[in-house]
């Protein structure tokens, strides 16, 4: 189930050692040439790891909003946080612990990668409970996990927030979500509309999806993969619809010429 949720690198991992090259950014390491032995919940595992002890704590909303935005099932993205990764959070403070003894598993076959084969399933130690015990305990991280935390459910409440299409009080769109998103990035473009940008002065595109969807509701689902190509000036969807609506004569003046 949690690999067809979170956002896995299509290469397969080893395959990358052997080219010697890097999984790409917020992308988790590709195992599933250890299926079907696999442990069912590895790639929370995964996920959680990432999340909490390999990225920055600056990086955190930058990372979900990646998974997230890729995510081909973004609803159970949302509850696996809220259900799974957050409560693991406090046991993780909770049960800290430095641990050098090291961890064993009945009759284990090891296997690359720090994997190893018990009772028919392959897991990996360093993806375990008592590794996240010991890493938070040996680097005083519990107030770091506690500040990511506070992080990730703000994230989750407004991604909650913003997907909520149901709310009567905001405004109807009638028409596609994608000429929407167009129309939303061509008011932003010929500053009609000031959008939300990062440190780098640059459009945050996450940021802007997720305004327009907690600002109109649609008969059909605003959805965030569905928009954001439509609000990226440099994404095919984008250039294809501009192309569309030029053939119909469309064309939004300068708001600075208008009287």
């Not at 407004?158 to 979500?177: D, I, V």
């Not at 994404?235 to 010429?257: A, C, I, M, T, V």
């Amino acid at each position: 189930m949690y690999q067809d949720v979170f956002t896995i690198d299509n290469l397969l991992f080893k395959d990358r050692k052997e080219k010697k090259e890097s999984v790409p950014q917020y992308m988790l390491k590709n195992f599933s040439y250890y299926q079907p032995k696999l442990e069912k919940e590895f790639y929370l595992k995964h996920f959680i790891r990432e999340l909490l002890f390999e990225i920055d704590i600056l990086e955190v909303k930058t990372f979900l909003e990646f998974q997230f935005g890729n995510s081909k099932h973004q609803d159970k993205f949302l509850d696996i946080i809220t259900l799974k990764v957050l409560p693991k959070i406090d046991t993780i403070i909770d049960h800290a612990q430095a641990s050098f003894t090291g961890n064993s598993y009945y009759n284990e076959i090891p296997l690359e990668d720090d994997f190893v084969e018990t009772e028919g399933v392959i897991k990996n130690p360093n993806y375990d409970d008592d590794m996240f015990y010991h890493l938070t305990a040996l680097g005083r991280l519990r107030n770091d996990l506690a500040q990511r935390k506070i992080i990730i459910s703000d994230y989750v409440a407004t991604m909650h927030r913003s997907r909520n299409n149901n709310n009567p009080e905001l405004l109807k769109w009638s028409g596609k979500p994608s000429h929407l998103a167009f129309l939303i990035r061509q008011l932003v473009d010929q500053g009609y509309i000031e959008a939300p940008r990062g440190n780098d002065k640059e459009i945050n595109l996450s940021a802007l999806t997720r305004n327009v969807m907690a600002s109109f509701n649609c008969e059909k689902e605003l959805k965030f993969n569905t928009l954001k190509p439509f609000l990226d000036t440099e994404s095919d969807q984008y250039f294809k619809l501009n192309e569309n609506f030029k053939k119909q004569k469309f064309r939004l003046p300068d708001s600075g010429l208008l009287g």
